[in-house]
């Protein structure tokens, strides 16, 4: 059986992976429909070998369409993935509008699958840093219990779309030819201050809320719990913007409830795990990086050690592309298990 699937946002940074990983995946595609603002509408790209030309998304574009895949914007997923569903298809959805809400599962499918088949019409596609964080430590929280995360992030700028890589490209070359650094765009599109990402680090990822955590650190701390299902684990993140184009990597603090496990059992779950590559070798300095991860689907662990004070405590570092498995990869990957459950 063959699908007819929309990608709403497929001129964005994810959106263009949405249609390589589609193509890579083999996914089984009828009609495929590219929407977008009406801004991109009528340019073309690429698909299997066939050019298809974009098309405004309206309400009305989804007449027909089995799944809809959305990464435009989370104001364009409120306002069009209820009309997509009205129209028969199911929504699955790479922005922030739905993810909490009640009802709509948040799905990884190496945690939390069986959750897909709870949906009225919407799933909700984690954030990229929640993503490849719960990947990695879910094996970890079902064999030994968990108590606390603590994960402090280093993330590539493509997180903030196209532009964002081409103001590290632009903001490179002036530094390298001793210019001064024009800061348009990040920490965050339209906050009221910009900083230089080029040669820099940015402790703010999305806007700050009234408890002085950002959004993206509150993100993983309200995601994680949920995908989860661990109200009572206690989170904390620090995110941090780094520049470098691709895959997010993350220094993460955990403490199992199980005593006396050892280095050598958290590693063996690792390279039990689904989804999840171990590459941790201090002997022969083998651990993932943002370079060696990037354009993989898989989540690449390293750095595996236990904490010197707290027997229960461990250390990892967590590598992944955040444009695969932190979106498109995990988005057509859902989309995978819809319809092999025939959960569609
Ligand atoms: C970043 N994690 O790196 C963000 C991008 O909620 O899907 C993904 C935003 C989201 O800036």
């Known amino acids: 059986k063959k699908y007819n699937v929309a990608v709403v946002g497929a001129t964005g940074a994810v959106g263009q992976k949405m249609l390589e990983t589609l193509e890579d995946r083999k996914f089984p595609v009828e009609n ?35 799944i809809a895949l959305f990464s435009a914007g989370g104001s364009v997923s409120k306002k069009l993935a209820p009309e997509a569903v009205k129209h028969g298809a199911v929504v699955i959805d790479n922005t922030s509008a739905f993810r909490m809400a009640e009802g709509v599962p948040l799905v990884v499918p190496e945690v939390n699958e069986a959750d897909i088949k709870e949906h009225k019409g919407i799933i909700a596609n984690p954030n990229c840093s929640t993503i490849q964080m719960v990947a990695a430590l879910e094996p970890v929280r079902k064999a030994y219990g968990m108590n606390r995360v603590i994960v402090s992030t280093y993330q590539a700028v493509s997180g903030a779309g196209n532009e ?88 993460v603090y955990i403490e199992v409830e199980k005593e006396g496990v050892t280095v050598e059992e958290v590693k063996q779950l690792m390279n039990e795990a689904p989804g999840i590559v171990l590459e941790d070798d201090p002997s022969t300095q083998t ?6 991860a990037a354009e993989k689907r898989d989540v690449f662990v390293g750095r595996i050690r236990k904490d010197l004070d707290d027997e229960k405590g461990f250390h990892l570092w967590v590598v992944s592309d955040n444009l695969l498995k932190g979106a498109a990869w995990n988005s057509v990957q859902i989309a995978e298990r819809l319809v092999a459950n025939k959960w569609l």
């Open 32 to 66: 495929l429909k590219l929407l977008s603002s009406s801004r991109s509408a009528g340019s073309k790209m690429v698909f299997n070998g066939e050019e298809y030309t974009l098309e405004e998304a309206t309400p009305e574009s989804f007449k027909g369409v089995d």
């Open 164 to 251: 964002a890589a081409d103001e590290l490209r632009e903001q490179s070359q002036s530094f390298l030819n001793g210019e001064e650094l024009e800061a348009n765009l990040l920490p965050v599109k339209g906050d009221k201050k910009h900083y230089p990402i080029a040669f820099n680090a940015l402790p703010q990822i999305d806007v700050f809320q009234d408890n002085g955590y950002t959004f993206e650190e509150m993100k993983m701390i309200n995601e994680t719990k949920k995908i989860m299902h661990a109200p009572d684990l206690s989170v904390a993140a620090t995110c941090v913007r780094l520049p470098f184009f691709t895959s997010h990597a993350e220094s």
């Open 287 to 292: 651990y993932p990086t943002p370079l060696s």
